[in-house]
Nanobody
Framework: QVQLVESGGGLVQTGGSLRLSCAAS????????MGWFRQAPGKEREFVAT???????NYVDSVKGRFTISRDNAANTVYLQMNSLKPEDTAVYYC?????????????WGQGTQVTVSS
């Protein structure tokens, strides 16, 4: 069982930055593929970024060059640094811990943190 708690969301102006954090419980954090997903009002949840246990990363095209995912296995924490934010980045951001790449639906989810980017 893994529990995930996100933090760091808030209100920011266009072009601003935020850093999301996701603290995980459990002793096997380093074995999970950690990811960030987001859900905007009226839209389905979408993939944002993942980082595998070995550190390889993957991003949705719309955030490449602006967002950076990282992990600290000693602290059981994954981060999402978001720069050059745009209004279309407004969403609830969810942390995910998956057993392997592509298996987010088999994994664990946090409760979400709201990110709002004003124009």
């Amino acid at each position: 069982q893994v529990q995930l708690v996100e933090s760091g969301g808030g209100l920011v102006q266009t072009g601003g930055s935020l850093r999301l954090s996701c603290a995980a419980s459990g002793r096997t954090f380093s074995t999970y593929v950690m990811g960030w997903f987001r859900q905007a009002p009226g839209k389905e949840r979408e993939f944002v970024a993942t980082i595998a246990s070995g550190g390889s990363t993957n991003y949705v095209d719309s955030v490449k060059g602006r967002f950076t995912i990282s992990r600290d296995n000693a602290a059981n924490t994954v981060y999402l640094q978001m720069n050059s934010l745009k209004p279309e980045d407004t969403a609830v951001y969810y942390c995910n811990a998956a057993p392997w790449v592509g298996a987010s639906q088999r994994g664990y989810w946090g409760q979400g943190t709201q990110v709002t980017v004003s124009s």
